[in-house]
C-alpha cells in the first residue's frame, strides 16, 4: 500500500533529511587517506545522535540479508555498488567511495546516498560520478504530479545507457516514510507512462546505481551483504529523499 503523507509530515521527514545530510557532509569530510570505514560509520553516528535522531539502516534486517546491518552508514568501495559494511578497511588515495546513510527523526525516515573519490579522480572516475548524479537529477525531475514512476525510472535509464553503464536489476528506490522501505519501488530503468502515479504527499528514495562496466551483473560478496561487480569494474551511487509536491520536486534530503 502507498502512504500519501500529511504536509506536517513532510516537514518533519525535511528535518529527519537535514540530519542525514548533515551525517554524509560530515563523513565526506573526513574520508582521507589512512581513515577508516569504521571511523566513518561512528562520526556518521554522533551526528545523528546529537541531533537526537536514531540512525535508520542500524540492525535492520530485510528478506535478503544473512544478519541484521551492523552499521550506520553503507561504505562501499571500488568496484562494491551497494551495501558495503563499515569495516577496518582503511582509505587509499584514488578509492571510489559511495556513502549511503538513513535516519529516524520523530519517527519519519530519510535516506541518501553520496559517491567520491579519496584525492583527485581519474577521467574515468570523475565521468562515472557526473553521470550517476546527473542520473539522480533526471529522476528527481521527472517526480511531478501527473507522471508515473515509470518516467522516474526511464529518466535514469536514459542517462545511464546513453552513457554506456550498466544499471543492476533488482535493487533501486523506493517509498519512505514511517518506514525506509515502502511501497512503491522505483526502478532504475523503465517504461515512460507506467506505474504507480505521483501525487502530492508522495515521497521516494530516488538511487541510481551506475556500472563503469557496462555489464548489469552483480554478486554478494561473502559477507552477506556487500554487492559488488562481476566484471570489478567501479560504481556510483547517489541518493536523495524527494518529496512530490503541487510545487515540484523538493528534495528533503538537502542540508
Ligand atoms: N539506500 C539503501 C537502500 O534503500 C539503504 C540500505 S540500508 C541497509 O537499499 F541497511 F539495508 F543497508
Ligand atoms: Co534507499
Not at 503523507?5 to 545530510?21: F, H, N, Q
Not at 548533515?22 to 551526528?47: K, N, T, W, Y
Not at 515509470?150 to 536489476?169: E, K, M, N, S, W
Not at 530503468?189 to 502530492?200: T, V
Request: net charge negative; with cysteine; glycine share 12%.
Amino acid at each position: 500500500m502507498v502512504e500519501i503523507k500529511t504536509d506536517a509530515a513532510l516537514e518533519t521527514m525535511r528535518e529527519s533529511g537535514r540530519v542525514t545530510a548533515r551525517a554524509l557532509a560530515a563523513v565526506r569530510e573526513a574520508a582521507r587517506p589512512g581513515v577508516s570505514l569504521r571511523d566513518l560509520d561512528e562520526i556518521a553516528h554522533a551526528v545523528i545522535r546529537d541531533a537526537g535522531a536514531k540512525p535508520a539502516f542500524l540492525d535492520y534486517h530485510p528478506g535478503f540479508a544473512p544478519t541484521p546491518y551492523p552499521g550506520v552508514i553503507c561504505a562501499s568501495v571500488n568496484d562494491a555498488i551497494v551495501h558495503g559494511i563499515p569495516t577496518d578497511y582503511r582509505l587509499r588515495d584514488g578509492d571510489l567511495l559511495s556513502v549511503d546513510c538513513g535516519a529516524y527523526l520523530d519517527g519519519w525516515a530519510s535516506d541518501s546516498a553520496i559517491s567520491f573519490t579519496i584525492g583527485e579522480a581519474d577521467a574515468e572516475d570523475q565521468r562515472l560520478l557526473d553521470t550517476t548524479r546527473e542520473a539522480l537529477n533526471a529522476g528527481i525531475a521527472a517526480a511531478v504530479v501527473g507522471a508515473r514512476i515509470g518516467d522516474i525510472a526511464h529518466a535514469i535509464g536514459r542517462v545511464a545507457r546513453t552513457a554506456g553503464y550498466g544499471i543492476p536489476d533488482g535493487f533501486g528506490g523506493h517509498g519512505i516514510g514511517r518506514r525506509m522501505h515502502e511501497a512503491p519501488d522505483v526502478p532504475n530503468e523503465g517504461r515512460p507512462g507506467r506505474g504507480y502515479p505521483l501525487k502530492h504527499g508522495l515521497v521516494l528514495a530516488i538511487e541510481p546505481m551506475l556500472l563503469a562496466g557496462g555489464r548489469d551483473d552483480y554478486h554478494p560478496a561473502a559477507d552477506g551483504w556487500t554487492l559488488r561487480t562481476n566484471d570489478g569494474s567501479r560504481a556510483a551511487h547517489f541518493e536523495h529523499t524527494v518529496a512530490i509536491t503541487n510545487e515540484g520536486p523538493r528534495i528533503l534530503t538537502l542540508p
